[in-house]
């Protein structure tokens, strides 16, 4: 079955970076769309960044825009996240999202806990 794994999570500072990892198996990595996500507590999920099939296409919310950055390796079937400069209201469970056709599936989810 499909598996998304996340990884790379966990607690820094303000001004640090993190890159988090969405290993993907039992799917044909290069068909889809990937797509991350957040979800802040009590806050709604929202798109953090975006990357089209083919890799040629990316985009990032204007609130990470500059510091984060949508990669994928496909050799590795993984795609990552780049975090830098991060910020306390980085704080979130981050989410990859793997998209093509009428297929989509989640991953469970990273904690970034960015706290002095």
């Known amino acids: 079955q499909v598996q998304l794994v996340e990884s790379g999570g966990g607690l820094v500072q303000p001004g640090g970076s993190l890159r988090l990892s969405c290993e993907a198996a039992g799917l044909t990595f290069s068909l889809y769309a990937w797509r991350w996500y957040r979800q802040a507590p009590g806050k709604e999920r929202e798109l953090v960044a975006a990357?089209?099939?083919?890799?040629?296409?990316?985009d990032h919310v204007d609130s990470v825009k500059g510091r984060f950055t949508i990669s994928r390796d496909n050799a590795k079937n993984t795609v990552y996240l780049q975090m830098n400069s991060l910020k306390p209201e980085d704080t979130a469970v981050y989410y990859c999202?793997?998209?093509?056709?009428?297929?989509?599936?989640w991953g469970q989810g990273t904690q970034v806990t960015v706290s002095s």
């Open positions: 999202r793997a998209m093509w056709k009428s297929l989509d599936y």
């Open positions: 990357m089209s099939s083919d890799g040629e296409s990316t």
